[in-house]
């Protein structure tokens, strides 16, 4: 039971049921051993990379698969609702690419890109500060220039891939300005960066994510992406982008734990009949896939606008507030359904409970959502027919 999709091309089904088989076959059989052991799978990534899988809303010209993000987005889906810890870092390395990919120079994307976008190298994205997350623009950690090269300190939080990538998008501050904030590509191997131990997450225990701390860290002057100043433009205009990706990982696991609990309620009973046929409980599971299928269709929305080159902004917002609180809800009520046994760590809901929570955190939350779509309305409301 999956769910019911309409896709644009041949090509996009085979790549939904390419997706689905090592969804199946290599990831679920990982998943939950990683989980617990709170151990990263880099293999996946590389596995994922040659599938072509990592490279998908990227061009032809550097080794991308050159979909339309309607369909990466359907790919991103099912990975979420096997594994939601693959899911975010697929995503989290898509966004470490998008500034190279749109801002890099020619010479910048021939040297670097295709090895990124083959997954031979994993990305990071380092914006957030211990002080500042909602508020980037308070960053500390600055960029210096020397000669040929920049002299980068201090220390970004938060960092998905933190201590497994294999380059940093890093977001530093290049003047006292305020925006005055401009994007490096670090390579891992750069002196005077390193990780801190990862955090002890309450789920996407398989991700790692850690502090990185930047202690004289001098990398080659080429490594600028765009002009200095223009680093807080391209981390946002990267994130429009990277909340559908988590817009996305959201909707695959609220369908992931609504299929595990019609499944459980379609074969438990009590007095005497199957839990599904008490209008009581199938009314909540018919809420679930109301959820999931609106969550679904607002995420595609804002793809078909961004496919379509048209302002996509505000609606990636609505999609990654309506489908990670409709994911929150989603998977608490199917710790619901599954009665104690959703409570439990024998079924897989209780993990879908506590991986939807930080998808109303991370690359935004959920009040900064609200703040972006509210802004918009403020400044212009006129529809667009285009
Ligand atoms: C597992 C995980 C992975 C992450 N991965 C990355 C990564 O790869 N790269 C990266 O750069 N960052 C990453 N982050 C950081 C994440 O983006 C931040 O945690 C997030 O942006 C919130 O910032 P904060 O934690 O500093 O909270 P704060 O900004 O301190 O916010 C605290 C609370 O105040 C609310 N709030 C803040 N300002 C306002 C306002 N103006 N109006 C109303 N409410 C407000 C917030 O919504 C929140 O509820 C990750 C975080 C987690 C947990």
Redesign the pocket.
């Known amino acids: 039971m999956t769910a019911r999709r309409h896709l644009p091309t041949d090509e996009a089904r085979d790549l939904l049921a390419l997706t689905r088989e090592i969804a199946t076959k290599e990831l679920a059989p990982r998943s939950t051993e990683a989980e617990a052991t709170e151990t990263f799978p880099r293999e996946v990534f590389s596995m994922l990379g040659q599938a072509g899988l990592l490279s998908l809303p990227y061009p032809e010209e550097f080794g991308g698969g050159d979909q339309p993000y309607e369909v990466y987005l359907q790919v991103l889906e099912e990975l979420g609702a096997v594994w939601a810890s693959v899911g975010v870092g697929v995503s989290?390395h898509a966004l470490s690419c998008f500034g190279l990919a749109y801002y890099g120079t020619d010479e910048q994307r021939a040297e670097w890109l295709p090895a990124m976008l083959s997954g031979d190298l994993l990305g990071?994205?380092?914006?957030?500060e211990p002080h500042?997350?909602?508020?980037p623009a308070a960053m500390r950690t600055t960029a210096r220039r020397d000669g040929d090269s920049y002299v980068l300190n201090g220390a970004?939080?938060?960092?998905?891939h933190g201590g497994h990538a294999d380059f940093y998008k890093v977001m530093a501050r290049t003047s006292d300005d305020r925006n005055g904030i401009s994007c490096f590509l670090v390579p891992a191997s750069a002196e005077g960066l390193v990780a801190d131990p990862p955090e002890r997450?309450m789920g996407?225990t398989g991700s790692a994510?850690a502090t990185m701390r930047f202690d004289n860290v001098r990398i080659d002057a080429s490594r600028l992406l765009g002009a200095e100043g223009e680093g807080l433009k391209i981390a946002l205009a990267g994130l429009d982008s990277g909340r559908l990706g988590i817009a996305a990982v959201a909707v695959g696991l609220a369908q992931g734990a609504l299929d595990s609990a019609v499944a459980y309620a379609r074969e438990r009973e009590t007095f005497g009949t199957r839990i599904i046929d008490h209008q009581g409980l199938a009314f909540v599971l018919a809420d679930m896939e109301a959820a999931v299928v609106s969550a679904r269709a607002t995420m595609l929305h804002a793809a078909r606008l961004k496919d379509a080159g048209l302002p996509f902004s505000r609606e990636a917002s609505v999609a990654k507030l309506v489908a990670t609180d409709n994911a929150m809800r989603v998977t608490t009520d199917a710790v619901q359904v599954l009665g104690g046994y959703g409570y439990t760590r024998d079924f897989p809901v209780e993990r879908y409970m506590r991986e939807a929570k930080?998808m109303q955190?991370?690359?935004?939350?959920n009040?900064?959502q609200r703040?972006v779509i509210s802004r918009s309305l403020a400044k212009d409301n006129a529809g667009q027919i285009g």
């Open positions: 989290v990071a994205y380092c914006l957030s500042a997350g909602s508020d970004k939080a938060w960092t998905t997450k996407l994510t930080v955190i991370f690359e935004g939350t009040q900064i703040m």
